[in-house]
């Protein structure tokens, strides 16, 4: 398959060279040229297959000739062989109308395993493939930095460094990057803040020399095969249900940050999926929810809220949608990102905004509305949210549709988010996973907010070999 970039300037480009660029040259995300279609008969082939045949299949329409079939079906067991579930994503029945879909069950309990576990190995065998180094830099809030780091400690021919803002992520976040002990892995604790972290990361990505010197290469969620491998759990939840109900209308809630995880059930949509609504839940970072109420897309003041991996303000996966909503015209999505640099906004018509609207629903999830789910949920149904999920309900309790089947994903356990559960007065036994990480050393370099300092590091991890 080929792919092409949303601002038109980049075309004719492989899988594999999609996976390894991350961002286009002209600025643009990849996308597909073109989405496969799945039609009826095929989905109806399509459930009983387990999670991993489900991903071959899926994965096969974008990779071609590019990946043997076989080994990619290694690849895709190899990745899911680590989740603690044989379904690797399960669904939880609460009601009739709710379910959960629990994407927590990977290595580091976040929804990002579900993606980087396979990353980590495609990453491990374009290697080998092409006899070249990687080496991963990356900032991280927390949940993404883990994931990246547990998709590819001790692989051969990767490295990975990782900077994260030193005691502004979780315990079990800080944890769970710094107690990996091997070779391959550097995690730099920033005396700053995330946006620090980011732009650090931005600016020595735009020095092309150094980024060349060093072979960097990206793995935030601008990867398009990020995008692609969670699909796949749409695909699945989507196809459980209505095995088990076959009239069912199923809708989607997902709580959403950097809009990685809703695109790809609109791209999911998009291919067949049958889906009656889509809900973005935001927390009080809601300027999803505004563009999607007033057809505004506006940065606000940065808020620091219970659901950490949601606390953004510009959404790096936005501009694919746009692309989509525009038409798949490239030229105007260039114009609006052009606006969006200049005038820091994006203003909608009314005609696209009726189009918007069509495609979701949003709902801004306020700090005390959230501990109230995590604290309604465990009481009345026996179930412990994590404030990510908690945003997820409360957006369907808010604007959902009852009398239809909705599934809030799941994107994290509440063990890695203790700090907010214990503000509901609840105390919550820790996964053995987990517990055991409290008695590991740690392995973290403690750095100044200065891009001077932070290279000088790299180029003596990068360097060495
Ligand atoms: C990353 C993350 C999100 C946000 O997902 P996006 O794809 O960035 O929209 C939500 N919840 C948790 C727990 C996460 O780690």
Redesign the pocket.
């Known amino acids: 398959m080929n792919f092409i970039s949303t601002r038109g300037n980049a075309a004719g480009i492989g899988f594999v060279d999609t996976f390894l660029m991350g961002l286009a040259e002209d600025g643009g995300l990849m996308i597909p040229a073109e989405l496969p279609v799945i039609d009826q008969d095929k989905m109806k082939q399509w459930e009983r297959l387990s999670y991993q045949e489900l991903t071959l299949e899926i994965f096969q329409l974008f990779t071609g000739d590019e990946i043997p079939r076989e080994e990619l079906k290694q690849l895709i067991d190899e990745s899911y062989a680590t989740f603690r579930s044989p379904v690797v994503t399960p669904l939880r029945k609460i009601r009739d109308d709710l379910h959960i879909l629990e994407l ?1 069950h990977g290595p580091t309990f ?3 395993d579900v993606a980087l576990q396979f990353l980590g190995n495609l990453y491990s065998y374009v290697s080998q493939r092409q006899n070249k180094i990687i080496n991963i830099l990356g900032a991280t ?4 930095g883990a ?1 990246a780091i547990e998709g590819v400690r001790g692989k051969d021919g990767i490295r990975i460094c990782i900077l994260h803002p030193h005691e502004k992520v979780s315990k079990v976040q800080e944890l769970q990057m710094t107690t990996v002990g091997n070779e391959n892995v550097l995690n730099l604790a920033v005396k700053g803040n995330f946006d620090d972290c980011q732009r650090i990361i931005k600016e020595l990505f735009a020095d092309l020399e150094f980024k060349s010197r060093y072979h960097l290469r990206a793995i935030n ?1 601008i990867n398009f095969v ?1 995008i692609l491998a ?1 699909t796949v759990y749409y695909f699945y939840a989507y196809l459980q249900l209505v095995r088990q109900n076959p009239a069912a209308q199923i809708s989607f809630s ?11 059930a609109f791209l999911a949509k998009r291919m067949g999926l049958p889906v009656h609504r889509l809900i973005l839940a935001t927390n009080e970072n809601n300027i999803l929810e505004r563009f999607v109420r007033e057809g505004v897309y506006m940065p606000d003041e940065f808020r620091s809220t219970h ?1 950490p ?2 606390d ?1 303000q510009v ?3 936005f501009e694919r949608y746009l692309y989509y909503l525009v038409g798949e015209d490239s030229q105007q999505v260039s114009a609006m990102m052009k606006q969006f640099q200049e005038d820091g906004k994006v203003v909608l018509s009314a005609g696209l905004l009726a189009k918007v609207q069509s495609d979701f629903q949003a709902y801004g999830v306020k700090n005390d509305e959230c501990l109230r789910m995590i604290e309604s949920y465990s009481r009345e149904a026996d179930y412990l949210l ?4 908690a ?1 997820g309900v409360a957006a369907y309790e808010s604007c959902g549709d009852k009398n239809t089947v909705t599934v809030v ?1 799941a ?2 356990h509440p063990a ?2 203790d700090e907010s559960i214990r503000l509901v007065g609840i105390a919550q036994e820790f996964p053995a996973d987990i517990q055991r990480l409290f008695d590991k050393p740690q392995h973290q370099q403690l750095v100044d907010n200065d891009k001077a300092e932070i290279a000088a590091q790299l180029e003596r991890f990068f360097g060495t070999r």
């Open positions: 927590f976040a929804f990002k809030s927390g949940d993404t994931a969620s990020r969670q997902v709580p959403t940050g950097n809009f990685g995880n809703i695109l790809s659901s991996s949601m953004i959404a790096s996966n994590d404030p990510h999920t945003c994903l994107t994290a890695k988010f």
